[in-house]
């Protein structure tokens, strides 16, 4: 259930690395609730960038937020670069309690290569410039079950799922 059902406010996100931010996501989410918290933070890591836009990939050309200017400014940041290799990461932590000292933290990358010209009308942010080598597509061109059986998100919430259940969390 999203954090807004349980009048969750914003977490601050001041850290450097997608798995500082997520943890605090999900103390912050289990201490204003009352219950287990699952959290996630992901991004685009460019390597021409040194890994940006990173933990900034949704507010990477300021606020508002805004795919179109994100997009913009990556490609604009690209003009020059001949290195186009980049990956999505998605970290999902897991917590019991606000102070948790075992959090379950999952994480999932998703490599490919930044183009120019968008290609596709799926997904969101910088998928549609997001090419899959092995597929010959944007992230935006991919249906859906493939998406999801390759994508960052997909790989941590597996890799989460088979530590909850190693940890005997879950059924």
């Not at 059902?5 to 204003?32: G, I």
């Amino acid at each position: 259930m999203p954090q807004s059902q349980f009048n969750v406010p914003d977490c601050p996100e001041p850290y450097v690395t997608f798995v500082e931010n997520c943890l605090a996501k999900a103390r912050h989410a289990s201490l204003h609730s009352g219950l287990p918290a699952l959290a996630d933070d992901s991004g685009i890591c460019v390597e021409a960038l040194g890994g940006a836009p990173g933990v900034q990939s949704a507010r990477y050309a300021g606020e508002p937020k805004s795919d179109d200017r994100n997009n913009d400014k990556l490609i604009a940041a690209l003009a020059n670069e001949t290195n186009r290799r980049a990956h999505y990461t998605c970290v999902m932590v897991y917590v019991r309690h606000p102070d948790d000292p075992e959090p379950v933290i999952a994480e999932g990358r998703w490599f490919g290569e930044i183009i120019d010209t968008p290609r596709g009308e799926g997904g969101f942010g910088y998928d549609p410039y997001f090419l899959v080598p092995e597929f010959g597509k944007t992230g935006a061109e991919l249906d859906a079950d493939t998406k999801n059986s390759i994508s960052h998100r997909g790989k941590a919430l597996r890799d989460l799922v088979d530590q909850l259940r190693q940890l005997n969390r879950i059924g």
